[in-house]
Antibody
Framework: EVQLVESGGGLVEPGRSLRLSCTAS????????MHWVRQVPGKGLEWVST????????GYADSVKGRFTVSRDNARNSLYLQMSSLRPDDTAKYYC?????????????WGQGTMVTVS | QSALTQPRSVSGSPGQSVTISCTGT?????????VSWYQQHPGKAPKLIIY???KRPSGVPDRFSGSKSGNTASLTISGLQAEDEADYYC??????????FGGGTNLAVL
């Protein structure tokens, strides 16, 4: 069974840092691009970051550029999001999502998300 | 990276068809064939239902179809069923390895 499990969320003060992790199972993690998408409860989806299968392609939303860093460890089947200089408007549920291809295209499998509260 | 424009809500009766529009610009929807659509039920993670404008992932019923004309993409759901009641989001590649979502559309099945 394909599964993505996010962890690392929690309550953090403005200006502090937090590292989210996403552990994958049930598929060959290193064959696919991966993404982070966030959602404020009751609001819409916001794309945050993307990383290709080999980390050659990386992209960030303007709202997080310079503050967030995405990375992956294919040997550990893991995706990470290092978040620094956190702001109250970063408060959201953060989902990791698997792409349908090695290079970014669309998000075909999602985790259940981890909540980040900046206050 | 401005959000794509979707209607806030649409509705239809069981068996009918509904179409949800997603309007962007030539820098996103109009410029690339990387438009995808997601269905999200309350409290659940989103689910991919259309990618590359009109392709359906395995397991998605053919009642769901996608298209694009110029800067506007559309999702059509035919033969509406009660379980189709959910929020729907479009998403487009916007160049320079960035993506943008629409604001979401709530579909009510009356």
């Amino acid at each position: 069974e394909v599964q993505l499990v996010e962890s690392g969320g929690g309550l953090v003060e403005p200006g502090r840092s937090l590292r989210l992790s996403c552990t994958a199972s049930g598929f060959t993690f290193g064959d696919y691009a991966m993404h982070w998408v966030r959602q404020v409860p009751g609001k819409g989806l916001e794309w945050v970051s993307t990383i290709s299968w080999n980390s050659d392609i990386i992209g960030y939303a303007d709202s997080v550029k310079g503050r967030f860093t995405v990375s992956r460890d294919n040997a550990r089947n893991s995706l990470y999001l290092q978040m620094s200089s956190l702001r109250p408007d970063d408060t959201a549920k953060y989902y990791c999502a698997k792409d349908i291809t090695p290079t970014p295209d669309a998000f075909d499998m999602w985790g259940q998300g981890t909540m980040v509260t900046v206050s | 990276q401005s959000a794509l424009t979707q209607p806030r809500s649409v509705s239809g009766s069981p068996g009918q068809s509904v179409t949800i529009s997603c309007t962007g610009t030539s820098s996103d929807v109009g410029g690339y064939n990387y438009v995808s659509w997601y269905q999200q039920h309350p409290g659940k993670a989103p689910k991919l239902i259309i990618y590359d404008v009109s392709k359906r992932p395995s397991g998605v019923p053919d009642r769901f179809s996608g298209s694009k004309s110029g800067n506007t993409a559309s999702l059509t759901i035919s033969g509406l069923q009660a379980e189709d009641e959910a929020d729907y989001y479009c998403c487009s590649y916007a160049g320079a390895y960035t993506w943008v979502f629409g604001g979401g559309t709530n579909l009510a099945v009356l």
